[in-house]
């Protein structure tokens, strides 16, 4: 899968997507990244990307025609690319459409600085926006990097070949259970009895109520999409009644 990124910054991009999962995805050639700086599609001597906006008010939008003609430079080597723009007004980010954009062959990421980009480019170019959540950020750099990170996992062999996303917590919409690695003790805290038992079939079941209790007590909401056997339904309903902690765990 191969990202055309169109920044203003090309240098953030130059390590986060290096370490790790994502570094070993791009050796293996299984994620192609490239940065589009788009300071070079400007024609004028002194290379202005930003102007004041019509009508007035605070700030400076990105001026149409740098963006437009570096959105063309990536399109014209392969029309069928799809291009999306990282704004707080887009649709919100999340799991699902990370899998669902898995399926493409080609993404160009527009990073926006300033108030944003001209209208005009988004009539003209955009095919979809994204918001990575509700909190503003000085620029679509850090949002293009996180979808692009969501996204890679789904791609067969980024993760390894044991592992998959389709395994992950928001898979089957609940919080991942708690995890432990040794020492057995630390600071007079244990680790449950059942993970040393070697009995697997009460780690899982284990394992499946403390997921469940999590998202009960942290994000209910996703409770609603989740899948539950009527053997669950009656475990949340244990945990309601027992512990209406807060999650001391
Ligand atoms: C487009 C339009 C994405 C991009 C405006 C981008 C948050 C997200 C940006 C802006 C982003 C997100 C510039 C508006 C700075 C506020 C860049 N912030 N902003 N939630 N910022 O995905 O001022």
Redesign the pocket.
Known sequence: MRFDILTLFPDMFSSPLKESIMGRAIEKGLVQIRTVNIRDFTLDKHQVVDDTPYGGGQGMVMKVEPVARAIESVKSKNPSALTI??????KP?NQDLARRLSSQSHLILLC??????DERVRELFIDEE???????????EL?AMVVIDAISRFIPGVLGSERSAEEDSFFNSLLEYPQYTRPFEFRGKGVPEVLLSGNHSAISLWRRKEALRRTLLRRPDLLAKALLTEEEKGFLEEILNNDSKSDGS
């Open positions: 723009y990282l704004t707080p007004q887009g980010f926006g600085r300033y108030e944003g980009v994204i918001s990575i959540g509700d909190y503003v950020l000085t620029g679509g949002a």
